[in-house]
């Protein structure tokens, strides 16, 4: 689901009912750390939560550089938060730390997939590999802004967990990318191109060749830290009344990658899509405002 939610949010979703990067609410005292203040020129009022539930149908790679890719059916949990401070929108769950008109810092969450390694010819034999959350500080500095859409860059860095019952911390990864949303015939859109970076232990994770699980065809090896490759991604969504869909496409390249010589990696460019719907059954009744 992390997998889904950063690449949906990425994807410009449902800007008409969600993102509130300067709200206010409209009864004193209703976020923390808020008072009521004089909304910003063409605000709209809009609640301050709403939670839905829906479906998700995904075709990813088993990993990044993985010939092989898997299609999953999840549910899909729908939550819009538009606090002050804590939101939860089409950019993703966060704190914000700073905010200012072009500049703002928050923290960030992403993640990845499980793979087991006996469904995945080039690591038949190895161990599975854990899903992994990712979290930490993420830099989002605004170029330009309209009405109706704008462009960013953004920087996030992150720690990577595995999400098992002994949790490892592996490594560190960097991906900064400009991203643009705009609205287009009453639908959000957003595209997303950057690069990726990441440590040794990060990249060791997915492709170490431990010298146990060599064989004549699979060398041991050990991954450097360093370049990852990159990634485009484009995607729209839309609300219609107390339904949301959204969609995305997404290239992923490890062309050049310092990892590029791992006998793991069968594919320098790889494609993943998802489309997903969610009802909106619940929603606060107390509104803020938000930019319209």
Not at 135 to 148: E, I, K, M, Q, S
Not at 212 to 231: L, V
Request: proline fraction near 7%.
């Amino acid at each position: 689901m992390l997998v889904l939610g950063g690449a949906l949010a990425t994807a410009g979703a449902a800007r008409a009912q969600e993102a509130a990067p300067e709200a206010t609410p409209v009864a004193a005292g209703a976020v923390a750390g808020g008072a009521t203040a004089a909304a910003p020129p063409g605000a709209r009022e809009a609640p301050l939560w709403e939670l839905g539930a829906g479906m998700a149908a995904l075709s990813l790679p088993h990993y990044r550089g993985s010939e092989q890719s898997r299609t999953w059916v999840l549910p899909l949990p729908y939550a819009v938060y538009r606090g002050r401070f804590l939101r939860a929108d089409r950019e993703g769950a966060r704190a914000v730390l700073v905010e200012r008109r072009a500049i703002e810092i928050d923290l960030s969450v992403a993640g990845s997939a499980p793979t087991r390694s006996n469904g995945n010819r080039a690591r038949q034999g190895m161990p599975d590999l854990a899903p992994t959350f990712e979290v930490g500080p993420n830099a989002n500095l605004t170029f330009a802004r309209g009405t109706d859409w704008k462009v960013e860059l953004r920087a996030p860095v992150r720690g990577a967990f595995t999400v098992q019952r002994s949790s490892r911390h592996v490594g560190w990864s960097a991906t900064p990318y400009l991203t643009a949303e705009w609205v287009q015939a009453g639908w959000d859109v957003g595209v997303r191109v950057g690069g990726l970076w990441g440590d040794r232990r990060f990249h060791g994770h997915v492709y170490d060749v431990a010298p146990e699980f060599a064989t004549a065809t699979r060398p041991a090896y050990r991954a450097p830290s360093g370049y990852a490759g990159w990634q485009a991604t484009a995607g729209m969504s839309r609300r219609f009344g107390d339904w949301w869909v959204g969609g995305f496409a997404r290239a992923d390249s490890v062309a050049g990658a310092v990892f590029a010589g791992s006998p793991l990696v069968t594919r320098s460019t790889t494609w993943a899509a998802g489309i997903a719907v969610s009802w909106v059954f619940a929603r606060s009744a107390l509104l803020v405002r938000v930019p319209d």
